[in-house]
């Protein structure tokens, strides 16, 4: 007879502890910067100082996590590599410094480059530094190695011979002739 009355507590205990684990997980979910709106948006800006100041959900969601790079970041190339790839959908970025406080940013990828994207990517450089953007189109195009002083893209091709050790290299250019 004591058995029922024991299962009856113990599964009113385990819901309790049910019941805690859904709240948990809710609020796991109330800070995911990809799925917050609103309310949850503002609590979020204000954990970053990101304030919304009439922004949209979309564009504040994207000024929070500017804002959390820019607090996160010291100016380290991999942080700047990380946030040029989210915000451009890069296939790949080489960072290059450039003497004296230059880096060039070559960017592979095949997104439109808006000039807000471009804005924004200029205000994650350190302090005293230029960023030099070189937006590049995916798959080999023609070129001709360290153009305008800079070194070359990781996808310039120029021209190229048969038979003479060459043979590799060539852009669209050089195919269509």
Do not use: C, W
């Not at 058995?3 to 796991?28: N, W």
């Not at 204000?46 to 994207?62: C, H, L, M, P, T």
């Not at 190339?77 to 959908?89: A, S």
């Amino acid at each position: 007879m004591g058995q029922p009355r024991i299962r009856e507590i113990l599964a009113s205990i385990l819901q309790e502890y049910q019941d805690l684990e859904y709240v948990a997980a809710d609020l796991k979910d109330l800070k995911d910067l990809s799925s917050a709106t609103g309310d949850q948006l503002d609590i979020l800006g204000g954990y970053v100082g990101e304030a919304r100041q009439g922004k949209n959900d979309d564009d504040y969601r994207e000024a929070i996590q500017l804002r959390a790079f820019l607090n996160a970041s010291h100016g380290e190339p991999e942080t700047i590599i990380r946030y040029v790839k989210v915000l451009t959908n890069a296939i790949d970025v080489t960072y290059l410094d450039l003497f004296p406080a230059k880096v060039l940013l070559q960017v592979v990828t095949n997104e439109a480059v808006t000039t807000e994207i471009v804005a924004k990517l200029q205000k994650i450089a350190p302090a005293g530094v230029k960023i030099i953007l070189e937006f590049v189109q995916e798959g080999d195009v023609f070129g001709f190695d360290g153009e305008g002083g800079f070194p070359p893209a990781a996808n310039i091709a120029g021209f190229g011979e048969e038979g003479v050790g060459n043979d590799g290299i060539g852009g669209k250019f050089f195919e269509e002739l």
